[in-house]
């Protein structure tokens, strides 16, 4: 018996449950009905179990002849086949169902479209490709490819958009060196230039491609003297020794000094001759300040380095190219004599003697310069000659230096001897009045009562002093007065009255050496600027001196320093043509 599937169509075998095509159940037949059982006795022909009590009588409408190979089958089994099928069922369709399907596959497309272009270099180029945003490594790709099509500026452009969008990579220097070449390509050095700078500065010093591309740029704009001076940088920075042969061969040949004269120590003036090995200028500096060559000088003739420390910097240019720097150092020490000898040891004289100097050292050409007053001899102090030195009573120290040609001082000699003879006593202001007035100890009504009523009485303000203070003018000069707990006491007296006595005796119209006779004068001789020592206790702090004046006239100071105060008292004869024609005597507080 032959079943067919009532969903496929497909003949089933005898027995068989489940259609073996589509796997649907098979309907469970009646073995007493259909073909078989006609031919037995025992039923009717198989019909569709659904036409059963129909009203509709089974016509060929309803039915199918099987295809030739069932055909074949049931003739070999002496069986006609009719299949007699079901009217088919109205199947209801679920939009809904299919719109929700649809709609996720749409959805799911949407977000596969965004994660391939968000996340994937393949869809970044895309974006990057249609103008819109996408990662710099992206960009920098396509900048590639503009280049590779002729499209510059594009390039540029979007790579300058990479670089500004992620400037810190770790392929960087590569994606920078490829901008430069779109600069370039683009006929824009400058920022070709400039962007290799920061390769080399920012990025990696060692790597020497920018500063072969830089150096490229210089020489096609041709400007040699820069590329000299940089090749000095690429060699510091990479090392490469390419450079610096390239550096060597471009520049021209440093200057360099005379044989005898080769930067060191030396004992005397020297001059240092500039030699250019190529005959090119030599511009000089003396020192380390400035910039060679345009803050140098234009050698022409030897240079005359004198005593002390000196550094010579130098270079040689040719056209625009300038050498190496030479750097040469020179100390210029002149020798020192050695310190003069004594002819006197140091011991007690009962008589005046004269002491004698000697030299010692080598060089003949040295100057003594010495002094009696116990000050440290100078280049200002009297100089020694062949008379020697007559010394005064008293206790005296001699004191001498030598100085040679170059002006260097020798260490001092000094030598102190006492001389067993009388001499005059210091000046001091407290038993020297001035014809009975005395400074701090007078009062005005005193002065007054003395010299009478004054042309002229005011009050002052003096700097010389503290406190109030007047004056009173005469005829011969004035007197000036400052207000003390002890009164009105006088503290300065200039006069030019003949009539006047002054300490030991002097008075107006007296020569210089009548002064100078009545007081402490060690007979020191006149320093170079004309001044004049007469003495100099530091102990008792006294001091005498003759000054020059601006107008070339002369004047004598007896200075002596009262601590009790403290101030400086000072007595001063002033001399026109070596005659006294004034004198000051004044109180200064310190």
Not at 136 to 146: F, H, L, S, V
Not at 157 to 183: F, V
Request: aromatic letters at 8%.
């Amino acid at each position: 018996m032959v079943v067919i599937c009532e969903h496929c169509g497909t003949v089933a075998s005898e027995g068989e449950l489940i259609c073996h095509a589509c796997g649907a159940m098979l309907p469970v037949r009646d073995l007493n009905r259909g073909a078989a059982a006609l031919r037995q006795g025992r039923g009717r022909p198989l019909v569709n179990e659904s036409t059963v009590g129909s009203s509709r009588p089974v016509t060929d409408e309803y039915t199918e002849k099987l295809d030739d190979r069932d055909r074949a089958d049931h003739a070999a089994m002496g069986q006609q086949t009719i299949v007699v099928h079901k009217p088919r069922k109205r199947t209801n369709i679920n939009w809904a169902m299919i719109f929700a399907v649809l709609l996720t596959l749409a959805v799911l497309s949407v977000i596969g479209g965004y994660v391939f272009l968000r996340l994937t270099h393949t869809g970044q180029m895309i974006l990057a490709r249609m103008g819109y945003e996408a990662d710099a490594t992206a960009m920098w790709d396509i900048g590639a490819e503009y280049m590779d099509q002729g499209y510059i500026e594009k390039a540029i452009q979007i790579e300058e958009e990479a670089y500004a969008k992620e400037p810190e990579r770790e392929d960087m220097y590569d994606r920078l060196q490829q901008l430069c070449e779109a600069y370039e390509a683009a006929e824009r050095p400058a920022d070709a230039e400039r962007l290799y700078t920061l390769m080399y500065e920012k990025l990696d010093k060692t790597n020497p491609i920018a500063y072969q591309n830089i150096l490229r740029l210089m020489r096609s704009q041709g400007r040699n003297m820069e590329a000299s001076q940089f090749l000095k940088i690429a060699y510091a920075n990479t090392g490469l020794s390419s450079f610096e042969t390239e550096r060597l061969e471009m520049i021209p040949a440093s200057p360099t000094v005379s044989e005898d004269v080769g930067a060191g120590r030396y004992k005397e003036d020297k001059y240092v001759e500039l030699i250019s090995p190529e005959g090119n200028d030599i511009y000089y500096i003396i020192g380390d300040d400035g910039s060679l060559p345009e803050d140098g000088q234009l050698y022409e003739e030897p240079i005359l380095l004198k005593e002390g420390g000196w550094t010579i910097r130098a270079v040689c240019v040719s056209t625009e190219l300038v050498s190496d720097e030479l750097n040469a150092k020179y100390v210029i020490t002149y020798p020192s004599p050695d310190a003069p000898k004594a002819s006197l040891a140091p011991q007690r004289y009962t008589q005046r003697q004269r002491i004698r100097l000697r030299n010692v050292g080598d060089d003949p050409n040295v100057t003594f310069y010495y002094t009696i007053d116990n000050t440290p001899p100078t280049i200002n102090s009297p100089i020694y000659d062949e008379d020697g030195i007559l010394l005064p009573g008293g206790k005296i120290k001699v004191r001498a230096v030598a100085v040679n040609s170059y002006g260097k001082v020798s260490n001092e000699m000094s030598v102190e001897l006492q001389i067993d003879i009388p001499f005059k006593k210091y000046y001091r202001y407290t038993d020297d009045p001035i014809d009975g007035a005395q400074l701090m100890k007078t009062t005005k009504n005193q002065f007054v009562s003395k010299f009478g009523q004054p042309l002229k009485e005011e009050n002052i303000t003096d700097t010389a002093i503290r406190g109030t203070c007047s004056r009173l003018t005469y005829s011969w000069g004035e007197a000036r007065f400052y207000v003390s707990e002890s009164g009105t006491l006088l503290y300065y007296i200039d006069t030019t009255s003949t009539s006047m006595r002054f300490p030991r005796s002097t008075r107006i119209g007296m020569k210089e050496t009548e002064v100078t006779e009545q007081f402490r004068d060690l007979g020191q001789k006149n320093n170079q600027d004309g001044t004049r020592s007469l003495y100099n206790d530091s102990g008792e702090r006294c001091y005498g001196k003759i000054n020059i004046l601006s107008n070339g006239q002369k004047r004598i100071d007896y200075t002596q320093v009262d601590n009790s105060y403290p101030a400086t008292i000072v007595l001063s004869y002033y001399l026109t043509d070596g005659i006294v024609t004034r004198v000051v005597n004044s109180f200064t507080t310190n």
